[in-house]
């Protein structure tokens, strides 16, 4: 059973940055991912990471802003750095895992979830 942690959100102006970090135990997933919630809309994909071999995904709302990415396999971390933050990237930031291969972009395909963080990104 795995059981995930988040840290890191908090307020930051438009153009900053901010770093997420999801500690796993319990196991090694076969792959990790990020999503957001904000108010008044469904759970959205952020991006996904398969543990072996790193390979990523990403929404394409963050492409080329937020990196996701993974401690060395023995500790079982990942992090989602989050770039130029925009206003609209405002939402609580959920970590999640599965165990075997998923589709990686929907959220009813983990098993597995954190509490969320708070991300609040103000203009």
């Known amino acids: 059973q795995l059981q995930l942690v988040e840290s890191g959100g908090g307020l930051v102006q438009a153009g900053g940055s901010l770093r997420l970090t999801c500690a796993a135990s319990?196991?090694?997933?076969?792959?990790m991912a990020w999503f957001r919630q904000a108010p008044g809309k469904e759970r959205e994909f952020v991006a996904h990471?398969?543990?072996?071999?790193?390979?990523?995904?990403y929404a394409d709302s963050v492409k080329g802003r937020f990196t996701i990415s993974r401690s060395n396999p023995k500790t079982t971390v990942v992090y989602l750095q989050m770039n130029s933050l925009k206003p609209e990237d405002t939402a609580v930031y959920y970590c999640?895992?599965?165990?075997?291969?998923?589709?990686?972009?929907?959220?009813?395909?983990?098993?597995?979830w954190g509490q969320g963080t708070q991300v609040t990104v103000s203009s």
């Open positions: 999640a895992a599965h165990s075997v291969y998923s589709v990686y972009s929907d959220s009813k395909e983990y098993p597995y």
């Open positions: 319990g196991g090694t997933p076969y792959a």
């Open positions: 990471i398969r543990w072996s071999g790193g390979s990523t995904h």
